[in-house]
């Protein structure tokens, strides 16, 4: 079995015993994919996007299929974090691999109100915060400010943005970087006789080659982080090019939908199976 401290410069770090793990928003916050994934495959669970305050689910229509994947608009339906760590903090301490609470960040106040939640938590080994695409550099450092201090602390950049945020990242003080949120696009309803369009993000194999790139040119920034590889992984050979590329680590998404045995088969053919 092998060992990946994806927080190496922080006092507790944050250990992998494998490279696979799932992105935020594929498999819920705790066991809902009870009898498809065992978390224990995983190097670490990653939890459904949080918020401060609770968010509703989008109105449909939410989700319209495109030639290679699906673009999906949630509206990051969550309890809010007071009442997520209420509901599901004993059992993310007894799921059995490091849990990673993703934080969507929406404001600084919001941000460190959330942080000092999370520092109280017994089931939170690292958080993850998720950046806006839109977001400013400046903006950009001081949510992260806000949330440092507690647990290990993973920055997840744009895809489209990384190599230019990453710098600021790093300085800022994150622990890691993830490689990176799935890219946003548009698409019409097919037979939607009021011609509805959905916006959202991109999901399927032909994310894949933008997000090599991204981890690749991050990689040769050599910030020193370690780099978690995101966005249209569906072949083992997807993994092992990431890994290659400079990540350390992987997170699948739309690919745990359809063939959710895949995250259990990737960390055995990676060695590091539990």
């Not at 309890?79 to 509901?87: D, E, T």
């Amino acid at each position: 079995m092998i060992e990946i401290d994806i927080a190496p410069r922080h006092k507790h770090g944050l250990i992998l015993t494998n490279p696979v793990l799932n992105a935020a928003g594929t498999l819920g916050f705790s066991h809902e994919y009870r009898g498809l994934v065992d978390p224990r495959c995983l190097g670490a669970f990653v939890t459904n996007p949080l918020t401060f305050r609770p968010r509703t689910p989008a109105r449909p229509p939410n989700v319209v299929a495109t030639a290679d994947g699906v673009l999906v608009h949630t509206g990051l339906p969550n309890p809010g974090v007071s009442a997520a760590l209420r509901h599901w903090d004993r059992e993310w301490r007894r799921l059995g691999v490091p849990v990673i609470a993703h934080l969507a960040a929406t404001s600084p106040g919001e941000t460190a109100r959330s942080l000092a939640l999370f520092e109280r938590a017994n089931g939170v080994s690292g958080i993850e915060l998720g950046l806006r695409d839109d977001v400013e550099p400046a903006q950009a450092s001081q949510l992260v400010r806000e949330a440092l201090g507690g647990q290990p602390l993973i920055v997840r950049l744009p895809l489209a943005r990384a190599a230019e945020l990453a710098p600021t990242m790093a300085q800022t003080g994150a622990d890691a970087l993830t490689v990176g949120a799935p890219p946003r696009g548009a698409a019409v309803v097919a037979g939607d006789e009021a011609g509805r369009s959905v916006a959202g993000r991109l999901y399927g194999p032909g994310q894949f080659e933008a997000a090599l790139k991204a981890v690749a040119a991050v990689a040769a920034l050599e910030l020193g982080l370690p780099l978690i590889g995101a966005g249209g992984l569906y072949r083992l050979e997807d993994v092992r090019a990431m890994l290659a590329a400079g990540a350390v680590a992987v997170q699948v998404d739309a690919a745990a939908w359809t063939r959710p045995g895949l995250l259990a088969e990737w960390a055995t053919a990676l060695g590091a199976a539990k």
